[in-house]
């Protein structure tokens, strides 16, 4: 079992940063790959970036390489997404989930837990 919290959401000005945090419970966080997801108002909700448990890899949305970084802490159970250069069209709530098994993935539907999201709002 895996509960998962995120932090750091906030209001921002285009071209500005932020980093959300998630923190992780559980004893199985340290073998699950983790992902960040983010929905925006009337959206569906989208990929982020993924990384794999022990933060040797990771993957990107198109819209976001470059500007967003993924990394995580395993001796303080908690992942990351710091984000750069941010722009209007990043406003959502950003989610962090946990796969407990397997390689990291871009679709949530593989993802076992779910934090309950941070708002991030940036404005032009």
């Known amino acids: 079992q895996v509960q998962l919290v995120e932090s750091g959401g906030g209001l921002v000005q285009a071209g500005g940063s932020l980093r959300l945090s998630c923190a992780a419970s559980g004893r199985t966080f340290i073998s699950s790959a983790m992902g960040w997801f983010r929905q925006a108002p009337g959206k569906e909700r989208e990929f982020v970036g993924t990384i794999n448990w022990n933060g040797a890899n990771t993957y990107y949305a198109d819209s976001v390489k470059g500007r967003f970084t993924i990394s995580r802490d395993n001796a303080k159970n908690t992942v990351y997404l710091q984000m750069n250069s941010l722009k209007p069209e990043d406003t959502a709530v950003y989610f962090c989930?946990?796969?407990?098994?397997?390689?990291?993935?871009?679709?949530?539907?593989?993802?076992?837990?779910w934090g309950q999201g941070t708002q991030v709002t940036v404005s032009s």
């Open positions: 989930a946990a796969k407990e098994y397997g390689l990291p993935s871009r679709e949530g539907y593989e993802y076992n837990y």
